[in-house]
């Protein structure tokens, strides 16, 4: 397993300047940061020339105090039973990077929820403006700038008698004459 | 003989029976809570003992479960489902989440108060609500219909303006026929 991924990195490194190895503890996984402009080509040559054809997951990391968003690519390969991540980091206020729908057609799920969710955008990608969302006209709501409290607060109605987050048990407790244990005490606000 | 109040009382308390003991459900659920119908319908608690059973089409169906959370996506639907069920018709909020959110409380996407957007004829409480509390409220509903106080659908009537600004705040873009009863 070791030498196999040694081998992994070495090629990947060879053919990619830009392919920045993050050390990973773990034998089975192998983990990359590269320009966002590599993504497409590196995972071209994942698939095709490495033997990497199941792409796992795409995700997407918001890194607020950086200003960047991280696009998270998992591809695995069923043959060296390895995974590879492949990272890359966007501009948090203009986030464009290319559409790899080419490569996995499943990947255009990832990138229309991505694009609803953080705001990514994909050049090329065609798919339905909406998805998960209707008639979303608020900021994409999983940016960790986005205060979902404050939003529900103003759009929905709350039924009151539940602002104060009370904790009921004392009171139930006085009226029963029961006793709150030690142990229950410190978790009581 | 349909204007005298006495025997409009007496066909009133008639139907009002007949309808206890004959609620079709509707087999359409909205979040987590529609996982608890299956084992209330089969035959551990058997609820057709008690005359509840499912419909597979709105106009068939009298009751509306709304059970759990409801995203403004599904809210469309349910608005539109409802309102194509045919008289009578209740409506049952199930779970915490139709109460007050529940633990969804402050998401962005799910309604917190159901009776601001849909008559609510019987609330169920319980994260989830085990089959015994499905069959609680069942029995609460059916009280009701006995003592002819289950009226959401006429209150729905009386208020559409109130109900139909209210989903319009949460729907800006309504693309729903509009009913005119």
């Known amino acids: 397993m070791k030498e196999i991924k040694e081998n992994i990195i070495q090629r990947i490194k060879a053919n990619f300047a830009d392919a920045a190895e993050k050390n990973d503890f773990k034998d089975n996984r192998v983990d990359f940061s ?53 990272r890359t980091r966007l501009d948090r206020d203009n986030p464009v990077m290319d559409n790899v729908d080419m490569i996995w057609r499943q990947a255009n799920t990832y990138e229309r929820e991505m694009r609803e969710m953080f705001g990514v955008q994909f050049t090329g990608l065609v798919a339905p403006e909406e998805f998960l969302l209707e008639d979303w ?40 004459g029961e006793e709150i244990p030690d142990f229950a005490k410190k978790y009581s606000r | 003989m349909m204007n005298d109040k006495n025997s409009q009382k007496i066909v009133d308390i008639i139907q009002n029976w007949a309808r206890k003991h004959s609620i079709w459900v509707l087999a359409y659920g909205t979040g987590c809570g529609a996982i608890e119908i299956p084992p209330t319908m089969t035959s551990r608690y058997d609820a ?28 469309k639907r349910v608005i539109r489902v409802y309102e194509q069920m045919q008289d009578p018709k209740y409506v049952i909020g199930f779970g915490s989440c139709t109460i007050n959110g529940g633990m969804y409380y402050d998401s962005y996407n799910t309604i917190k108060v159901l009776d601001k957007y849909l008559p609510v004829d019987v609330y169920i409480n ?12 069942f029995a609460q509903l059916q009280k009701r219909i006995a003592e002819g106080r ?18 319009k705040k949460i729907i800006p873009n309504w693309i729903m026929p509009e009913y005119n009863w």
């Open chain 2, 126 to 137: 319980g994260c989830m609500p085990r089959p015994e509390a499905v069959l609680s409220g």
């Open chain 1, 34 to 86: 590269v320009k966002k402009e590599t993504i497409p080509s590196i995972l071209f040559y994942l698939k095709d020339e490495m033997g990497f054809i199941h792409l796992s997951h795409i995700s997407c990391v918001d890194w607020l105090e950086e200003g960047e968003l991280e696009v998270v690519f998992i591809v695995w390969s069923p043959k060296d039973k390895i995974k590879v991540f492949v």
């Open chain 2, 48 to 75: 057709e003992r008690l005359g509840v059973r499912g419909a597979a089409t709105p106009r068939q169906a009298d009751v509306l479960l709304i059970t759990g959370y409801l995203t403004v996506k599904t809210m």
């Open chain 1, 137 to 176: 006209q608020g900021p994409p709501p999983f940016r960790r700038d986005f205060d979902t409290a404050a939003y529900a607060e103003k759009t929905f109605w709350h039924r009151p008698g539940r602002e104060d987050a009370q904790d009921v048990r004392e009171t139930i407790a006085n009226r029963d």
């Open chain 2, 150 to 167: 289950a009226n959401g659908a006429q209150q729905y009537k009386d208020n559409l303006e109130w109900y139909r600004a209210n989903q």
